[in-house]
């Protein structure tokens, strides 16, 4: 079974370590805005879990979509890589409910001061040119 570690140094460009959990590499994902290639590494992934980031093209995903976006088939996928991404699951942050992120203990009633926090009108929609009589009418951007 190959390590994460490896899959990185197999399909990525200039893998360097970076702290104990990361490596970092040149993005296979982008060029430069006048077609070069990049020549220093902007793209990060972490070698528990497969999650992965560029700092550039700001592309992101886990280790699944890593293999299948540098064109690993699916059946090479299932058939090599299955344990590998089995164990990056097993490694990967919890997934948590927007209730446990607002939350974490037991919600009671909003208290009032609260409530005109959510009364606002989307600058960006106003600077596209929509009015806000229009927002207002359709509830968009407003509690």
Same mark, same amino acid.
């Given at each position: 079974?190959?390590?994460?570690?490896?899959?990185?140094?197999?399909?990525?460009?200039?893998?360097?370590?970076?702290?104990?959990?990361?490596?970092?590499?040149?993005?296979?994902?982008?060029? %430069?805005?006048?077609?070069?290639?990049?020549?220093?590494?902007?793209?990060?992934?972490?070698?528990?879990? /497969?999650?992965?980031?560029?700092?550039?093209?700001?592309?992101? /995903?886990?280790?699944?979509?890593? +293999?299948?976006?540098? /064109?690993?088939?699916?059946?090479?996928?299932?058939?090599?890589?299955?344990?590998?991404?089995?164990?990056?699951?097993?490694?990967?942050?919890? %997934?948590?409910?927007?209730?446990?992120?607002?939350?974490? $203990?037991?919600?009671?009633?909003?208290?009032?001061?609260?409530?005109?926090?959510?009364?606002?009108?989307?600058?960006? +929609?106003?600077?596209?040119?929509?009015?806000?009589?229009?927002?207002?009418?359709?509830? $968009?951007?407003?509690?």
């Amino acid at each position: 079974m190959p390590t994460i570690r490896e899959i990185a140094e197999r399909f990525l460009y200039q893998v360097k370590l970076s702290g104990s959990t990361d490596v970092m590499a040149i993005c296979p994902f982008h060029r %430069k805005a006048d077609g070069s290639e990049e020549k220093n590494g902007s793209f990060a992934m972490n070698i528990c879990n /497969g999650l992965w980031y560029c700092h550039s093209c700001h592309s992101s /995903g886990n280790l699944y979509t890593f +293999l299948r976006d540098v /064109g690993v088939s699916r059946n090479d996928i299932d058939l090599i890589y299955k344990d590998t991404l089995e164990q990056a699951r097993h490694h990967a942050p919890k %997934k948590s409910s927007p209730l446990e992120i607002i939350a974490p $203990v037991e919600m009671g009633p909003l208290d009032e001061s609260f409530l005109g926090l959510f009364d606002f009108c989307p600058q960006l +929609l106003i600077d596209e040119g929509f009015s806000e009589q229009t927002l207002r009418h359709f509830d $968009v951007g407003y509690d």
